[in-house]
Structures are given as C-alpha cells and as structure tokens.
C-alpha cells in the first residue's frame, strides 16, 4: 500500500519562501505522477503542480513563476519550492499521486505577517 509522508510547512511572511517535501513508500516501482494540491477552508482542493517521472510538470496559473515542483528521476519523492508567497496561498497542502491514488495527509502552508 503506497503511503505518501508530507514535510516542511509553516508559517512565513508575505514573500517569504517554503519548501515541501514528500517521500513515498509501500511501492517497489516508480510512480507515474506525484504533486501537490491545496485546500483553504470552504473551498474546494485544487492542483498546485504536477510532475510525471518523465520530468513532465504542470502548474496551476496561480502558481506559476513562483513554485517549482521537482523530482529526482525515478525516485519516489517530491519537493515544491514556493517563493514569494502571498496571504492567498495560504491552505492545507497535500502530496498525491494518481496510480494508485493515494493522498498524504497534508501541511498546513500560513503566509501572514
């Protein structure tokens, strides 16, 4: 069973910059697409980025220019680099991969000053 472990949110001011990471395990095989989604309270959970493990990324308009998702090959870990962080992003942020789809149990990002 594939369990996916989130690490690294917190609280920062307006600009600031935070790095998520997850790491997976439960699996022998490399996984298709590992990401990360958000939800603030009352909204729904939406992407934030994506990346196969082709290296092939995606990115909500929201985001872009200010995170970077990476991947180390085949490697079953993810990071997200998030700079100039705005109240907005502000959430509950989850890893996921989509086969099979597994969600972690999420860390909250704060961005306020």
């Known amino acids: 069973q594939v369990r996916l472990v989130e690490s690294g949110g917190g609280l920062v001011q307006p600009g600031g910059s935070l790095r998520l990471s997850c790491a997976a395990s439960g699996t022998s095989y490399s996984l298709s697409t590992l990401g990360w989604y958000r939800q603030s309270p009352g909204d729904q959970r939406e992407l934030v980025a994506t990346i196969t493990n082709g290296g092939t990324t995606k990115y909500s308009d929201s985001v872009k220019g200010r995170f970077t998702i990476s991947r180390n090959g085949l490697e079953n870990s993810v990071t997200l680099q998030m700079n100039s962080l705005k109240p907005e992003d502000t959430a509950l942020y989850y890893c996921?991969?989509?086969?099979?789809?597994?969600w972690g149990q999420g860390t909250q990002v704060t961005v306020s000053s």
């Open positions: 996921y991969t989509n086969y099979p789809l597994t």
